[in-house]
């Protein structure tokens, strides 16, 4: 259930872009202020075949494994069909070792059909394959030494060694919206990756998962939600907006593009309003209070998008971490 105190985290951004390139530096420049601010989680995510570069997540993971301290490592998400469970399971448990236990893992289907098929799982595949991978996946970072002949994996007396920092096992987020996603959130994976739709709709998926929390036979008290939510915080509300156009909605204009359903063409602010948290601290506060009270345990704040320079994201990121977190923590 809804923790007392929330947690918070920075979703750090991967994509290159021709106005500002990706550099792993300025990544870890954002990681190093974040630990003195005390975030809580550095969120990372996957992505394939994107033209101006995408690095993926378990390169970028183990590099600030070595370069943090105290921060939760988080994907957000991973594309679980396209991996094999036990060789996923060997990567999820080097990397809790490396961290000394700081890692999570968000999970999805995911939706665009060439980071599915150039992986040879056919759209058709991917619940079974989810299902069946996660199943496995957690049963090996248990410790578990067993025969498996599924429907999408086969093999004999396969086992991890060593186990995981994490007993039992690295913690498992599923996301989405739809019932059946809400579903398998609550009986698959150990939190939900809530989708951020307005607030009053977002109530009623929170809800829909405990009460799946509950239908599955799992303590509510054990479960969480996480958001991640888009946004900047400025000194003033027109600044927050400029900081972020075109950048924030060219990313929403390229996920119409690879077949996100949420929208049918270029968003506006209008459009989006009830979903980004973009003004000054004080703005960004009042949004986050209703987010708290709605039963959101921890929210990831991604400010940088692709293009984006440098010195504005930190800056949103220090006055986020020094004037609105200390409201909620």
Not at 50 to 56: L, R, T
Not at 160 to 181: K, Y
Not at 193 to 217: F, H, M, N, S, W
Not at 233 to 240: L, R, S
């Amino acid at each position: 259930m809804p923790q007392e105190n929330m947690e918070f985290g920075i979703y750090l951004n991967q994509y290159g872009d021709d106005r500002a390139d990706f550099e792993f530096d300025a990544a870890f420049e954002q990681a190093a202020l974040m630990e003195d601010l005390e975030y809580n989680i550095a969120a990372v995510g996957e992505r394939h075949f994107y033209e101006d570069g995408f690095y993926e997540p378990f390169t970028f993971l183990a590099a600030l494994g070595g370069r943090t301290d105290a921060l939760t490592l988080m994907t957000n998400i991973l594309i679980l069909p396209v991996y094999h469970p036990i060789h996923l399971a060997e990567r999820i448990t080097a990397l809790d070792h490396l961290t000394n236990g700081r890692t999570e893992w968000g999970v999805s289907l995911g939706y665009r059909e060439s980071e599915l098929v150039n992986f040879g799982v056919k759209m058709d595949n991917r619940v079974g394959r989810f299902l069946e991978s996660i199943s496995v996946t957690k049963r090996l970072l248990e410790g578990d030494r067993f025969d498996h002949n599924g429907n999408h994996f086969q093999f004999n007396d396969a086992f991890i060694r060593p186990e995981p920092v994490q007993n039992p096992c690295p913690r498992f987020w599923g996301g989405g919206n739809a019932d059946i996603a809400i579903k398998r959130a609550a009986y698959r994976c150990d939190g939900f990756t809530a989708a951020v739709t307005e607030p009053e709709q977002l109530r009623k998926d929170i809800e829909r998962y405990y009460d799946a929390v509950e239908e599955a036979g799992k303590d509510p008290n054990e479960a969480e939600v996480t958001i991640m939510v888009d946004g900047f915080v400025g000194e003033t509300t027109d600044e927050a907006y400029s900081a972020l156009e075109p950048y924030m909605l060219d990313l929403h204009e390229k996920y119409i593009k690879w077949g996100n359903p949420e929208f049918d063409r270029r968003p506006t602010w209008e459009d989006i309003e009830d979903q980004i948290l973009v003004g000054t601290d004080a703005e960004v506060a009042e949004k986050v209070e209703v987010y708290r009270d709605i039963g959101v345990d921890n929210l990831i704040f991604r400010t940088q998008f692709p293009g984006m320079e440098q010195q504005p994201t930190l800056e949103s990121i220090q006055r986020f971490g020094e004037d609105v977190m200390p409201e909620f923590q």
